[in-house]
């Protein structure tokens, strides 16, 4: 054999990104995939809604409000899942509904992320002083009940004006819920940036003389965004489920159908016999949960870094 | 031991300064003049200036010896709470209250904390198998289902269908009678995410060294889970039972609520409702002490279980 | 160590089950079977906020304290139409010929109940001092009584003792020893009002009001700030337990005077059994429950079990009690629950504010939303079709409605002629109306609901409206400082009059006051001031009826209903006739202790 042959036979195996592995690890969970798509299918309905709502298309969920048959008619082949007290549909309420729930849930976790994250990679950095106060930020919300701290929050920024804008029913509440679920994020990054903060890769970029604000956004908070995409992932779920009690408490959507407010009618409801409403409103939660949290799990478990296979 | 204590002590007076500032700010800069509404219909501008005198409501924010922010600090330390907007002493209303919160919270902390560790327990030792599985699906699913539909649904069949349990709070009723069907659902519905949770626990103590080796040695599974996995376990699960415990008090605002139960978390709500704000602090910075309390105590039996573990 | 944690969790569960048990049994309430006690009992639908008179304002806190404070005059349990007669007072009260002065004479030998503020517990007799205590209680600005705006400007004297009593530390420093010249008493036992104008209501609203009900001055002192839960009146009921937010329970005061149950009626009352108890001495019962249950299904619960006396219906249980001709189902009628259906003298409208810069000047806007509702439609739907559609502010109940009112007005549902003048509203307003604003008063089911109701009607006609619920301190934050801009709000009658019902246009009472519309006419105005000061006479309700038309006219509100009452109770509870304005009714009502221990086999028999 000649050394060119053994040159050209001998190579280097292709390196793999945790990003890479960790999708091929995930593609390879078909139960894990199936859930994958029912949340897709959960966010386009939302998306849909939101453009058939700006093009003024009128089909299906758009047309909630309009009466398709008598007060309160049980489930029929003509009305899937029945009417509500105004003869509106259930079925067009429960399909709007996803667009309020998905809404309140992506806003919610957008401003909890972008309080969470860059507090924790600060406060885990640069340690000290800066450090002290973020702690006791987040300490302090922390020992307030959660349900209590989002009550409060909602009660209290509703109606307000701030910087002249107008803080309505929806808005309120997942200010709310974001304002105060950064905790946990918060505490995460914090962590694993100290962690990180040892490592040679970090401490070669300060030898070189790498700017501070660098070193964050361009090396740390990527090694620790699969966190942040998992605990997105999980929080998610608890964010809709918030919705749902908040809206039972009165502090929601009032005008339009949402999941909560529909449970809420079925309080009463129910000793009528009307059921339907309810069901509806607990399956959608349902399955988006269910699906939200199985592929959650198998994200966490797919970019664990200490389950990988070599 | 003792400076660490001391520590850690002082370290939870910036957490309680931390929560009566939110609370403060929350409720006084925030939340609103509440004096329009204390002062009825057709009030005048003069009651209503009487009312702001009554209520300190006219003294500076901050800045003062007599501001609001002060008085605010010196009560809650005393824990002088004063009286509700209906004229009630606060104190009176948290004295009635605490006895149903308790009764609906402590059973079913404890039918929780039981029968998830004990299942996690069971979960563990088949894990692998089709049980697991199917335990932890229906973990996930029990989790799924939103809190609400778990109340209004035991509340409709067990109740109101079916008659085996009153449908809601009266006081004829004794204790025992209107807190059980909310505490079977409690437990029903809290089930899932702890069970979970042990159950990972469990898991990752079974992935350890020392398992492996105690499995190379011949030792039975059962033998394993109670002598060496429960033991070690003990630092997460503990850390997750005392931490629950500070919030037992406040009841559990959505039971009680949809059943009556007139404890602290009812009384919660509708102080919230109402905005009486005087009630809304007080219960607030009691649940906030608790759970600074609460966490010293973990940390310290930390130390206890784990002796690894410095406290530094 | 584990073993020991495991031993440890069991006997921890096995006592915390024991203490939970051991605690149940604790907690007494009054108990159910009781023996030869007669005892009434009711349901709360909401906390009652305290037991003193001077500052009772909500229905529920009035109800319970009626029993056991009286006042000077009383509305006839019996009588209809609605007549004023004494209780404490001796007689009518004799008037000057001015109608500035007010004579009146106390009953002698009336005595506060026992209670240990008084020297040696014993209650003592009643004075006309305690009457002038407790006026000027009212006035007194610390003491913040929400029922100051009905003397506000009426007795000579009182608002220079109000503004006296705003330099005071606190309300214990008030000197209530200090003269106020409209409220003297010539004697023990007479009571001397002076007043600065003619005030034809006096006796009507404020003497026969629970506001004016004495209360022992030395109860007021004793107790200070817990007199809410210690009041000591005259009554017939005291108090023996107030479990804040669970129950209250009265008992039979033992040395109540006795006051013999009317023996004249109205048309029909000997018929229907209300005067089989003529002449005998009240009370009748021996104890009064009434239990707080803030949800209307668990009250209808206890209702059906027989442990509650009567019950009013719940939307949603409507079908179940009662059939499509509005008479008992078969179901109630084998319990032998009884129906009484009564007009309530109440309206209840989409409001307007007149001050807006769209709505205030836009007649045919205003106009057009007011024939866009539907209101039959409303009322099947959320009264059960029990309520009457209100054309004019004045209800049913008092003299003064017109009987012809449903020609004159714009409460008609007319959706084609609404959005006719739509078009006007349009060129009003100089281009296509904005987005308005309403504001509903709460944010639960039913609120919701009934905005989207509206919603969903003024949409038809084109107009488009942004609903905002509020919880109610926000709505009346809203409504106080002007900026709403149409308002769901409706008032109830406390007498038999309707000048309350017109005061709501009277434009020196804008928002704060009651005129939250802050609806402005000079003419309406004039007329309002003329009747103020006048008796009841045939000249006034014209002068009534006149008003009304005027504010009809301008269309400051869309009235929506009149409400009509369906209450139900068991047939064991005697005497109970629907009052609309009176209280102090359980001293009225007896128990057939007979047939409420058989409810419990006829119970049986039906299942």
Redesign the interface.
């Known amino acids: 054999m000649s050394d060119s042959e053994n040159i050209t036979r001998t190579h280097l195996p292709k390196g793999r990104s945790l990003w890479r592995d960790g999708l091929r690890r995930l593609r390879k969970r078909k139960f894990a995939m199936v859930c994958f798509v029912v949340v897709l299918i959960y966010f386009s309905l939302a998306a849909f809604i939101y453009l058939a709502e700006f093009f003024d298309w009128r089909i299906g969920p758009t047309l909630w409000a309009e009466q398709v048959g008598p007060s309160y008619a049980p489930p029929s082949s003509v009305n899937y899942l029945g009417t509500d007290i105004f003869g509106q549909s259930v079925c067009r309420k429960t399909l709007y509904g996803t667009k309020i729930s998905i809404t309140v849930a992506l806003c919610a976790s957008f401003i909890s992320i972008a309080i969470g994250v860059p507090l924790g990679a600060i406060a885990g950095y640069f340690r000290g002083v800066v450090d002290e106060i973020i702690v006791w930020i987040y300490s302090t919300l922390s020992s307030i009940p959660y349900i209590l701290l989002i009550l409060a929050f909602a009660v209290v920024l509703r109606d307000k004006t701030i910087f002249g804008y107008k803080i309505t029913g929806i808005t309120a509440v997942y200010l709310a819920i974001g304002l105060t679920s950064w905790v946990g994020i918060c505490r995460l990054i914090r962590g694993e940036v100290i962690k990180h903060k040892g490592r040679e890769y970090i401490l070669a970029a300060i030898s070189y003389g790498c700017s501070e604000r660098r070193i964050i956004f361009k090396h740390l908070i990527p090694n620790v965004f699969h966190l942040i995409i998992i605990d997105f992932s999980l929080r998610f779920v608890a964010f809709i489920h918030a919705e749902v009690i908040l809206s039972f408490l009165g502090l929601g959507e009032a005008d339009r159908p949402s999941w909560g407010a529909m449970i809420n009618d079925a309080r009463i409801e129910l000793s009528r016999g009307v059921w339907w409403q309810m069901a509806a409103a607990t399956a959608a939660i349902f399955f988006i949960s269910l699906a939200l949290n199985i592929f959650g799990d198998a994200l966490r478990d797919s970019l664990d870094p200490k389950l990988r296979i070599q | 031991m003792t400076s660490y204590i001391i520590r850690r002590l002082l370290y939870t007076i910036p957490i309680v300064f931390g929560v009566l500032l939110l609370t403060f700010v929350l409720f006084t800069l925030v939340g609103g003049d509440i004096s329009i509404e204390i002062a009825g219909k057709g009030a005048t501008q003069e009651t209503i200036e009487e009312i702001r005198e009554e209520y300190g409501l006219n003294k500076p924010l901050f800045l003062a010896w007599d501001s609001q922010f002060i008085n605010h600090f010196k009560s809650a330390l005393t824990f002088d709470f004063g009286r509700a907007r209906d004229r009630e002493p606060i104190i009176g209303k948290i004295k009635r209250g605490v006895g149903p919160s308790l009764a609906l919270t402590v059973p079913m902390f404890f039918g929780i904390v039981i029968i998830s560790v004990s299942l996690a327990l069971v979960v563990a030792s088949v894990r692998g198998s089709i049980w697991d599985i199917l335990a932890v699906f229906i973990c996930v699913a029990g989790m799924s289902i939103p809190y609400l539909s778990f109340i209004l649904f035991g509340q409709y069949f067990l109740a109101y269908k079916w008659g085996l349990f009153p449908v809601f709070f009266s006081p004829d009723l004794t204790m025992a009678q209107y807190v059980a069907l909310p505490v079977l659902i409690g437990i029903a519905a809290g089930l899932g995410g702890n069970l979970r949770f042990y159950r990972t626990v469990m898991l990752d103590e079974m992935r350890s060294d020392y398992v492996r080796t105690a499995f190379a040695k011949g030792l039975d599974t059962k033998r394993v889970l109670f002598k060496h996995v429960l033991k070690n376990a003990m630092v997460p699960i503990i850390t997750r039972v005392v931490l629950a415990i500070p919030f037992l008090f406040l009841g559990s605002l959505l039971l009680e609520r949809f059943f009556g139960i007139p404890g602290l978390g009812y009384l919660m709500i509708e102080a919230i409702s109402s905005r009486d704000y005087f009630v809304i602090n007080a219960m607030t910075y009691i649940s906030a002490i608790l759970f600074v309390v609460f966490n010293l105590i973990t940390d310290i039996c930390y130390s206890l279980v784990d002796p690894r573990i410095s406290l530094e | ?2 073993i020991m ?1 495991r031993k440890g ?1 069991k006997l ?2 096995i006592a ?2 024991a203490i ?2 051991t ?3 604790c ?1 007494s ?4 079977e009781d023996s030869d006690e007669m005892v009434l009992r009711h349901v709360l639908f909401t ?1 009652i ?2 037991l003193d008179p001077g500052n009772v ?1 909500d229905v529920y806190s009035n109800t319970v304290t009626s029993q056991i404070c009286e006042t000077l005059y009383q509305y006839h349990f019996l009588k209809r139409p609605y007549e004023i007669v004494p209780l404490l007072a001796e007689g009518m009260p004799q008037i000057s010929d001015d109608f500035l002065t007010y004579t009146i004479k106390i009953k002698k030998g009336v005595r506060f109940q026992d209670d240990k503020c008084f020297p040696g517990g014993r209650g003592r007799e009643l004075k006309a001092e305690d009457f002038i205590f407790a006026i000027k209680r009212t006035a007194n ?2 003491y ?1 009584s ?1 029922n ?2 009905m003397f ?1 400007g009426k007795i000579a004297g009182l608002d220079e003792f109000r503004r006296i009593t ?1 330099g005071c530390e606190s309300e214990e420093d008030v000197d209530y020893s200090r003269e106020v010249e409209g409220l003297t008493a010539s004697d023990e036992h007479t009571l001397v009002i002076k007043l600065k104008k003619p005030w034809p209501q006096l006796v009507g609203t404020a003497l026969a009001d629970i506001a004016t009900a004495p209360i022992a001055k030395e109860a007021v002192y004793s107790y200070g ?1 817990d007199i ?2 210690h009041p000591v009146g005259t009554g017939p009921f005291i108090l023996k337990e107030w ?5 209250v329970e009265l008992i039979r005061n033992p040395n109540f005077r006795g006051e013999p149950y009317p023996s004249e009626g109205g048309p029909g009352d000997a018929k229907a059994g209300y005067l089989d108890d003529a002449g005998r001495i009240m009370p009748f019962a021996d104890r009064i429950v009434w ?1 707080v ?3 209307y ?2 009250a209808w ?2 209702f059906l079990q027989g ?1 509650v006396d009567n019950s009013p219906i719940p ?3 409507y079908n179940e009690a009662i059939t499509e001709t509005r008479e008992l189902t078969p179901a109630m009628k084998q319990r032998n629950i009884r129906l009484e259906k009564f007009s309530d003298p109440s309206t209840f409208w989409l409001g307007f504010n007149m001050q807006d810069s769209v709505l205030g000047k836009n007649k045919p806007l205003r106009r057009a939303i007011s024939y866009a509702i539907d209101r039959e439609e409303f009322i099947e ?1 959320f009264f059960n079709g029990r309520h009457l559609v209100a054309h004019g502010i004045i209800p049913p109940l008092m003299d003064s409605y017109d009987p012809n009112i449903k020609e004159k007005g714009y409460a008609r549902y007319d959706p084609e002629k609404g959005r006719e003048l739509l078009k006007e509203a349009e060129k009003i307003n100089g281009g296509q109306l904005p987005v308005l604003k309403m504001a509903v008063p ?4 039913f609120y ?2 009934f ?3 509206l ?2 009607h003024l949409t038809a006609i084109g107009v488009n409206v ?9 709505y ?2 809203k409504v ?2 002007r900026s709403v801009q149409m308002f769901c709000s409706g008032v109830r009658a406390s007498i038999p009059d309707a000048e309350d019902f017109l005061g709501m246009f009277y434009s020196k ?1 804008w928002a ?3 005129n939250r519309f802050n609806y402005l006419n000079p003419e309406f105005d004039k007329l309002y001031e003329k009747i103020e000061v006048m008796f009841d006479s045939p000249e006034r309700r014209e002068l009534y009826r006149k008003m009304e038309l005027i504010v009809l006219e301008d269309c400051p509100a869309a009235f929506l209903n009149h409400r009509v009452v369906f209450a139900l109770h068991h047939d064991w509870y005697k005497n109970y006739k629907p009052h609309a304005f009176a209280y102090g009714m359980s001293k009225y009502r007896r128990i057939d202790m007979k047939k409420r221990a058989e409810y419990k086999d006829l119970l049986k028999k039906i299942k």
């Open positions: 160590m584990f944690k969790k921890l569960v915390l089950i939970t048990f605690l149940s049994g907690n309430s009054p108990s159910e906390k906020k305290g304002r600005i610390k913040l929400q100051w705006s506000d705003k700030r809410v839960s479990r804040r937010g669970s129950y239990t249950i803030e949800e299904q668990p619960l206890l442990k939307k949603d249980n739907i709460g944010t639960d089911s919701r609901q905005g989207q109701f919603k969903r942004d609903v905002e619920y509020m919880d109610w301190p926000t009346m934050e106080n400082t009472y704060p006051g009651s």
